[in-house]
């Protein structure tokens, strides 16, 4: 019986490549998120200096996001075909360049296509990452190793609501995107050096592995494909439940997360210091819930864990939207809702693996992701145009709300399947 103390062939090793794969997979995902979820906290500046509107601002970020959607489920697929390394390393210098190039903002349309262009790089640093990540660690292990992995958009969140005001006070809101931009840059580099794309093609079982190969990746819901053909998945009516559930939540989430700094600091009154905190909360929450929600979900089961993660997400937004002007509950709402935030999107990634055969997890994540994104389009235009039409954000809160339910009872509705 072979162990994750050994390789494959039964030899001995110091430690197991996959932690070097999940720390470089960490970093990447660090960079990504603190441009991703940063973009909230950068905003307000942003708008201010630059004269934009809040739908301006959401079109700035949907010119982001439709890149992304459209191309992550290629990325997916490549990850599959050529292997993770080629694909992240070619994505992080996308990144690294277009970040650099929203420091030099001055009008929308510019805005617009320099983030588009840090959009098509954040392709690679999604669905790769946890598609890479899922096959160097054992199935009753992905949990774990993607909670630990998750830390890195909680804090690159964290980070930027503590880091940004001072850079704002001792340089500007651009070396925000400048810092950034190097950072991503220099990722490449290692990337290039250390991402392996498959335990056994490199010598090792996943970590955690104490069965033959053979039965790594095994399926819950009996699917059975042959050259990678998706025919059968798209048949499937799991995938459509689990993938609309997913939008579903994706449009309550960036609905708050999005905006929830402009709403602190425009409707509720609070200073641009105090305000950014709320990001701080929201990233160092989402620490705590990857690195217990996610562990656990290993003993309950994904689903159980995503309808419990998907009912205290509505039940946070609600009492936002009744009890938000209060700065200290909203403080509270915000971490609460930040701990099911964090754990949400790994979860449904590990769907792909506990739901679909190991060889096609990319794919699958990647064509889930039009869906996802297409709720996180959705929702910055209309909470958007509903704040700058109605001056407030309650309108919008309620929708978010609102979808985060049904998020919930789509899921309720995917069936259980055989269990391991």
Same mark, same amino acid.
């Given at each position: ?7 494959? @062939? ?24 603190? @441009? ?6 950068? !905003? ?5 200096? &630059? ?9 700035? +970020? ?5 890149? $992304? ?32 190039? /929203? ?56 980070? #930027? ?23 991503? &840059?220099? #990722? ?5 050096? &250390? ?26 819901? *009996? ?17 459509? !439940? ?8 994706? +449009? ?10 402009? $709403? ?5 009154? &609070?200073?641009?210091? *105090?305000?950014?905190? !709320? ?24 689903? *159980? ?23 200290? @509950? ?8 930040? /701990? ?7 979860? +449904? ?29 959705? @929702? ?12 407030? $954000? ?8 609102? /979808? ?11 069936? *259980?399947?055989?269990?391991?």
């Amino acid at each position: 019986m072979k162990v994750y103390g050994e390789n494959i @062939v039964g030899r001995k090793i110091p430690f197991h490549w996959a932690w070097i794969i999940l720390a470089t997979c960490f970093v990447n995902l660090f960079i990504n998120y603190s @441009v991703r979820l940063g973009y909230g906290v950068v !905003l307000p500046e942003m708008i201010r200096t &630059l004269g934009f509107g809040r739908a301006s601002g959401g079109s700035i +970020y949907n010119a982001y996001l439709i890149p $992304y959607i459209a191309l992550t489920p290629l990325t997916g697929y490549l990850t599959d075909r050529l292997g993770a390394r080629p694909v992240v390393t070619s994505c992080c210098l996308v990144l690294g360049l277009g970040l650099l190039l /929203m420091g030099t903002i001055s009008t929308l349309w510019k805005a617009c296509l320099f983030y588009a262009i840090v959009g098509l790089g954040a392709t690679g640093m999604w669905t790769p990452l946890i598609t890479v990540v899922q096959r160097w660690f054992s199935p009753h292990r992905r949990g774990l190793a993607l909670g630990m992995l998750s830390t890195g958009y909680g804090l690159g969140f964290a980070t #930027m609501g503590f880091v940004f005001p001072w850079i704002v006070h001792h340089y500007s809101w651009r070396y925000a995107w400048y810092f950034l931009g190097a950072g991503a &840059l220099m #990722m490449v580099l290692i990337n290039g050096l &250390l991402l392996r794309s498959d335990p056994e093609k490199s010598g090792y079982l996943p970590w955690g592995e104490k069965e033959e190969p053979s039965r790594v990746g095994r399926s819950d819901v *009996k699917i059975h494909t042959r050259g990678g053909s998706l025919s059968i998945v798209f048949k499937n009516s799991g995938f459509w !439940l689990i993938g609309f559930s997913y939008l579903a939540i994706s +449009y309550s989430l960036y609905g708050i997360t999005t905006f929830m700094v402009d $709403y602190a600091t425009c409707q509720i009154g &609070l200073p641009l210091e *105090k305000a950014s905190l !709320l990001a701080t909360v929201h990233g160092a929450s989402q620490v705590v819930g990857v690195l217990t929600i996610l562990p656990f979900s290993d003993y309950l089961g994904r689903k *159980k864990t995503l309808i419990i993660s998907n009912s205290c997400i509505t039940a946070c937004l609600i009492g936002i939207l009744l009890t938000g002007y209060s700065w200290g @509950v909203l403080y509270v709402l915000v971490g609460i809702l930040a /701990m099911f935030y964090g754990a949400t999107w790994p979860m +449904y990634g590990a769907c792909a693996g506990d739901y679909f055969p190991r060889d096609m997890m990319g794919t699958v994540i990647g064509a889930w992701t039009p869906l996802y994104g297409a709720g996180a389009i959705v @929702v910055h235009w209309v909470t958007g145009i509903l704040r700058d039409t109605t001056g407030v $954000y309650d309108h919008a809160f309620i929708i978010n709300a609102a /979808m985060a339910a049904a998020g919930l009872f789509l899921m309720c509705l995917v069936k *259980k399947g055989s269990s391991r």
